[in-house]
């Protein structure tokens, strides 16, 4: 696996904000010798999720350039952001969704701001 597409599973996987859980998983690639599967995961530690419902997404794809490491990762690192933007926005609008659904008499009292 080429290091700067390894580098940037590692980013995003180490990126938490309180509160969450993030995961990657390879395997080898079913379909192409030297390529992988990829699946990212992202769900709420244990400490939230006896608050509220279970919110945990993941996506997967695979790779096309990781091969023996000798061509440019650059097409599988593009794929790996939009993957990334993907998933981030499937969770934050379900993790919403479901706050919204858990604590809608509460989240409805606002105040302004003078």
């Given at each position: 696996m080429h290091q700067d597409f390894k580098q940037r599973l590692l980013t995003w996987k180490n990126d938490l904000?309180?509160?969450e859980i993030k995961k990657v998983f390879v395997s080898d690639s079913p379909m192409h010798q030297g390529e992988?599967?990829?699946?990212?995961?992202?769900?709420?530690?244990?400490?939230?999720?006896?608050?509220?419902?279970?919110v945990k997404v993941s996506n997967q794809f695979l790779t096309v350039s990781q091969q023996h490491g000798q061509?440019?990762?650059s097409t599988d690192i593009s794929h790996l952001n939009k993957i990334i933007y993907s998933l981030e926005r499937e969770f934050n609008d379900l993790y919403e969704q479901i706050m919204q659904e858990t604590f809608s008499d509460?989240?409805?009292?606002?105040?302004?701001?003078?």
């Open positions: 904000h309180p509160g992988y599967l990829i699946r990212l995961e992202k769900g709420l530690s244990g400490t939230l999720t006896s608050k509220v419902n279970e061509q440019d990762s509460k989240l409805n009292r606002y105040a302004a701001l003078n």
